[in-house]
């Protein structure tokens, strides 16, 4: 288009040159020729010449009249004969000269002319007069010379005529030519508006164009859902669309001519913004313009401040600066995104606090759990009837199950709280799975099924991992293979494939069942689902274990699969990777080393545990197997009994106010005293996986979590390194009552209010100012006693204390303090009342 | 090309020069005779010697009668009736053969054209176009090379009359 734009104006322009020189070369030749006849010398040259012949004609004639009248005076011949011969130099020079241009026949003729001349001057200028005979001789050679004198006037007269032709072809070519420069002119200017009519008509199209596409971009400006703010490089905006209108409650024609800065900028913007298009005018990178979109805001019509999406582009029209910019409202988004974010918030704190209760339940619940297993395994070392020990029994599988539950609920939110930790060892395959199916062969024989162990004899040796999760996950599967079978046999198969450094382990456990459908096989995997079988729950509930299993498999980087035929039977795999490493009888050596107590029928142990009750359980438990026990509250005093006295085996507890576990088994493992090798255990209502690594890097030999079973008791005191594992029961004050003998409990139970007593005076006296950890303390020691003892009121009282005294948010102590004592005084009342009845 | 010189000294030349002329140039021919007015009552006779102490102009020009270029001095014709004080809208010019030419008084400028007296410094004799020739400087300007100042060109000048 420009090109060929180009092209026609150059041709215009060269139409235009050529015209020009034309016109100079026409106008040059027009005014030669004007010149020319302006200078009109032939005429009176001609007429001059024509002259000759008449003055001669004179000179005859005063001579012939001489002759007949003497009076005429010789001077009058005189002079008509100079004159005469004054004619003859016209012949002779000048432009005469070139007409006749000296030809043949001119000389012809000038010659006896010119000798007439000679002739007649000798005897004109005779001295004297001129005599008759001078006069007659002065005829006869004037007579003889006149024909050629008229010859050569004729001859003049008719080379001029021949000269004016040739002049009146050269004046009519030149108009030929004139003519024909015209005419070439008239088609040239022809053709030049020939270019200019399609010049214009190509503008008036291209214009046309452009109204099209200038009314179709103002459509399509006016359209646009966004604003679209165009401004000049004064900040002055010069084109303001519909939809901005809309979002900024300006009409178009009250903003069009305002800055930009005192319209739309929001007040702490407007600095940042001049500096920025200073920067931009003076050449420097933009940071906005032309920079994609931008978050900013806004400010509409009515003051308030908003966000928007921004893009702006600068753009050059017609040299001068442009700035467009394409704005969006985002106050709805932001809006929405807050609220998603709130939700968002919400659901992670409501998320987070269900994970803490369930933690805080699971933790609460298992330290009154542990007095009633406790009591209840005391209760079956006295003497009992059968319905009694029927009622025992019952009341220790169902407490098992609780604590089931509670370890499964605490599993759960530990994995998800990804504080799943796998503490690895090296550990000989086949004696695990050999304990492990020891464990259950005695319930699978309750409902006669066969429990069969089969190991690959590749298998038949040490790895190194978590073998304590692999137990959990083994008996889950084999648990529950037991569980769902009511007849046939169940097989645990051991396989695996060694890869180059780790082996993969193949565990399956194949059951004749009443098996899984299969669109339900994936769902037995997920939290808290117990498929329901046609006649009830046939066993033992089981809500978690499964899914917990392949929680953990996968952590192991194993998983959990399953094949089920309804009606047949199913076989649960899991195949988890674990190094190979020799064990050889280096398990056996540890053991035997770090066990330096050799079991023998009285021991010496040392309680450490803060919790007056769980102390008291523990030290009747031990008391009862006969051996004797020493008391220590706190990690201090444990040290300072350990300094003077031997013992076998000391019982410590993690959490202790004043020095914790960890930190007396440090000081006694390193202090050199008598008991810097006794064994320790470790005890914890909380988690073990939270503590185990601590504690085995303070030296403490094994780690177990509350509530400690009297079977469990017997093996630690047998030195048979016992893995954690819970065992339930249910509770009632009546039950510990029972268990325990009412005269104990109430002593317990008077011992507990007096401590809450000593608690509340000790506070009330100001004691307890800016000591808020002790009184947390305190208050949690306070509150594990209440669980036990059934307090439900007191113990959520004394957890919220304990909790603000943690918070250090200590400004409500005295209204709270009262209204434990009010509590606490009828507790008391209803707490003795109750023992009382359980005597009768 | 046009000078004016002074007259007093150009005048002394002349008379010295006068006496070589040929004897077919009579005294009374060497005067110019210029009539006032129509009635024919005032006439004035001017001679060589007159004209030459009138305020002379002389430049060089070729012309369409003679070859090469030539130096012609004279009497401005202007500055000629001027001086006699002779006024009219035309004035006539008749040659010694009677040829006579008329030309308007507005016409006239300073220097053109002039009753010539010398050629190339040389008075003019009867056969050669004397005793005065009207001349116009051609040369100068395109105006003169026209048919009318050709026309008016008058050579064997010896009278000058005022007819309107």
Known sequence: MKAGMNRYRIAVLAGIGLLVLLLVNMTIGLLGQLRDLSIAEDDNLQWSISQIDVEFANLNAIISKRLSDPTVADDEIKLRLDIAISRLGILRFGRASILFADGQSFQNLIAPIESFSDQAIAIADKIGPISDSDLLQLRTLTENVRPDVRKIALMGVELSAVRNDAQRIEFSRQLTRTGGIAIALLFLMAALMAILDRLLDRAAKRDAALLTSTQLLKSTVAASLDAIVTANDKGQIIEFNDAAEEVFGWRRNEIIGKTMENTIIPQQMRDAHNLGMKRFLAGNAPRVVDGGRVELSALRKSGEEFPIEINITSAQDGGRLKFIAYVRDISERKINEQNLIDARDQAQRTDKAKSQFLAVMSHEMRTPLNGILGVLDLMKTTKMDRQQMRYTDIATASSEILLEHINDALDITRIEAGALQLSEQIFDLPELAHSIVDVLEPLASEKQLTLTLRIDEAMRRGFYGDSNRLRQILTNLIGNAVKFTTHGSIIVHISGIHGPDTSSLRFSVTDTGAGIQADQVEQIFEDFVALAQSEGRQSRGDGLGLSISRKIARQMKGDISVLSELGKGSTFTLTVPMQRKDCGSSLEDDIAENTSVIPKDRLEVLVTEDNNINRKVMRDMLQGLGHSVSEAVNGVECLKQAQTKRFDLIFMDISMPTMGGIEATNRLRTSGGPNAKTRIAGLTAHGIDEFQAQAEYAGMNEFHTKPIRLEKLREILSGINAHPSPAPHSDTLQELCRALGADKVQSIGDEFFSELDKLVKEVDSGHMQDRSEDLAEAAHKIKGAAAILDQEDLETHFTELEQHARNNDLSDLPKRLKTIVDIARIARVNFATMVKNTRT | ?164
């Open chain 2, 1 to 164: 090309m046009i000078q004016k010189i002074c007259s007093r000294a150009l005048a002394m030349c002349l008379v010295l020069s006068f006496g070589s002329l040929g004897p077919a140039l009579g005294q009374d021919m060497m005067t110019l005779q210029v009539t006032a007015g129509s009635s024919n009552a005032v006439s004035t006779d001017l001679s060589i010697e007159n004209l030459d102490a009138l305020d002379q102009v002389e430049f060089e020009t070729s012309t369409i009668w003679t070859d090469g270029i030539s130096t012609y001095s004279g009497v401005s014709l202007k500055a000629l009736l001027n001086h006699l004080g002779i006024t009219g809208n035309t004035i006539q010019m008749v040659a010694l053969n009677d040829y006579a030419v008329a030309i308007p008084f507005a016409d006239l400028n300073d220097d053109a054209p002039i009753v010539a007296t010398r050629m190339d410094g040389k008075l003019m004799s009867v056969r050669d176009k004397g005793p005065y020739w009207v001349v116009y400087p051609y040369d100068l300007d395109l105006k003169y090379q026209n048919e009318t100042a050709y026309s008016r060109s008058i050579w064997q000048l010896n009278r000058l009359k005022v007819i309107d």
